[in-house]
């Protein structure tokens, strides 16, 4: 292939083009904020779920209490009931008086004993109260956290898309005069070689694989035509020739 010496010295501001987008591409890629959004977004899913699982347990706590004042008042209403039967004079024989006599006495132990049951439940419930409320705050904590991490990334991101677009702007200005053939194998060889499709050829080593010419092999350049499109037979990229080759 032969292209003019100037198309081909296109080719290097064309990869120092295409090298400044690769760049950009990973610098978007890698953003430090990626890390903290899949961090925080992962805190965030843990709290939540911590969250709904206090929250199930003050639900439960809560229907617990219920449950127990339930046995409470029904405890103090059977002692009313017999009191009242006892203190009206209703109860017919001194043996039924002495029964409930007994059954009130069993009932205000229980009844002492169910109200301990409540106070325990009531603290119970108190802390996983205390415990919901916390863990609501730390999520709502945790939700600003990821905002302000996905919004740091967009606008880092919205700083490398203004620039990818002004460079991709310069590369189609640059590309638009590269022959179509000379393009074409660029661009095949830059995907082959890791980017970079074309090198300069400086003080007689390749800048694409940083390989230093034998004398031998920069003779057998510096003898091909001005016009000729070289290859580093190292690399395999187009090797281009400028006043700085040392040929």
Known sequence: MNAAPAD??????????????????????????????????????????????????QGDTARELTKAEQ??????????????????GAVGS??????LQHENE???????ALEDVVLEVMERLESAQTRVTELTARLEHSDVVVK???????????????????????????AVVIPADLLKLYTRLREQQGGVGAARLYQRRCEGCRVEF???DL????????????????????????????I
């Open 219 to 246: 003779n057998a350049i510096k003898a091909e035509p001005k016009d000729a499109v070289v290859r580093c037979e190292n690399c395999g990229r187009i090797l281009v020739r400028t006043a700085d080759s040392g």
């Open 94 to 99: 001194a043996k039924d008086l002495e029964n």
């Open 71 to 88: 046995d409470v008042d029904q405890v103090r209403t059977r002692f009313a009931r017999n009191q009242q039967r006892m203190e009206s």
């Open 148 to 174: 302000e991490a996905v919004g740091r990334r967009d606008a880092a991101f919205a700083e490398i898309d203004a620039e990818a677009a002004k460079v991709a702007r310069d590369r189609e200005a640059v």
């Open 214 to 216: 034998a004398i031998t």
């Open 8 to 57: 081909q010295i296109r080719l290097l501001d064309l990869q120092a083009i295409d090298s400044k987008l690769d760049q950009l591409a990973h610098r978007r890629r890698t953003l430090p904020e990626h890390a903290e959004i899949d961090k925080a977004t992962a805190d965030h899913t843990a709290l939540r779920d911590l969250v709904v699982a206090a929250q199930a347990q």
């Open 106 to 112: 069993s009932l205000a132990k229980r009844q002492s």
